[in-house]
T-cell receptor
Framework: GDSVTQMEGPVTLSEEAFLTINCTYTATGYPSLFWYVQYPGEGLQLLLKATKADDKGSNKGFEATYRKETTSFHLEKGSVQVSDSAVYFC???????????FGAGTRLAVHP | DADVTQTPRNRITKTGKRIMLECSQTKGHDRMYWYRQDPGLGLRLIYYSFDVKDINKGEISDGYSVSRQAQAKFSLSLESAIPNQTALYFCATGGGGTDTQYFGPGTRLTVL
């Protein structure tokens, strides 16, 4: 079945450092891909998405490119801030009911 | 006001008790979902629904049941709670021609 694998955390960075969180997927066909973010004590919110190969999703300085050849959707940000501290989930949509399949989540901690 | 609300936000109960978690949405979406979040496992789908008459089991439905009382309301029940159902539960909605899902703030359930 469809699945998502993302790098284990926690990831600890200093403010203004470069961030990469790796995500790879296994799926039938070409699903839409997502990054969701969960801030402490809150629900998940969509960070960015891409619907087809070579699409780049971007939001709040974060970017991810849909790479069909490597089945990857890595999340990047050039300069992280303390306020980016959260858990990040990679996900794909699967099946006719638009079910989301999530990775395990990666906790990011950014220190001043 | 939040688009997706969940009640209660926190609940502590004892083994064997019946528990109901409620979800309401004001986005007018057709699709509603219940997920469970456990550390290191990401979110896993419990049940999903496309409309009042369409209820489907997800990946981990055993021990749970749901009711879609109206387009805007989707409740999750634990008929006889057990300790390994201690988790964070999220409701989500989707629709409007997009595969994006919108999440509620979550319910933290502890079963003693």
């Amino acid at each position: 079945g469809d699945s998502v694998t993302q790098m284990e955390g926690p990831v600890t960075l200093s403010e203004e450092a470069f961030l990469t969180i790796n995500c790879t997927y296994t799926a039938t066909g070409y699903p839409s891909l997502f990054w969701y973010v969960q801030y402490p004590g809150e629900g998940l919110q969509l960070l960015l998405k891409a619907t087809k190969a070579d699409d780049k999703g971007s939001n709040k300085g974060f970017e991810a490119t849909y790479r069909k050849e490597t089945t990857s959707f890595h999340l990047e940000k050039g300069s992280v801030q303390v306020s980016d501290s959260a858990v990040y989930f990679c996900a794909l949509v699967s099946g006719g009911y638009n079910k989301l399949i999530f990775g395990a989540g990666t906790r990011l901690a950014v220190h001043p | 006001d939040a688009d997706v609300t969940q009640t209660p936000r926190n609940r502590i109960t004892k083994t064997g008790k019946r528990i109901m978690l409620e979800c309401s949405q004001t986005k007018g979406h057709d699709r509603m979902y219940w997920y469970r979040q456990d550390p290191g496992l990401g979110l896993r789908l419990i049940y999903y629904s496309f409309d009042v008459k369409d209820i489907n089991k997800g990946e981990i439905s055993d021990g749970y049941s749901v009711s879609r009382q109206a387009q805007a309301k989707f409740s999750l029940s634990l008929e006889s709670a057990i300790p390994n159902q201690t988790a964070l539960y999220f409701c989500a909605t989707g629709g409007g021609g997009t595969d994006t899902q919108y999440f509620g703030p979550g319910t933290r359930l502890t079963v003693l």
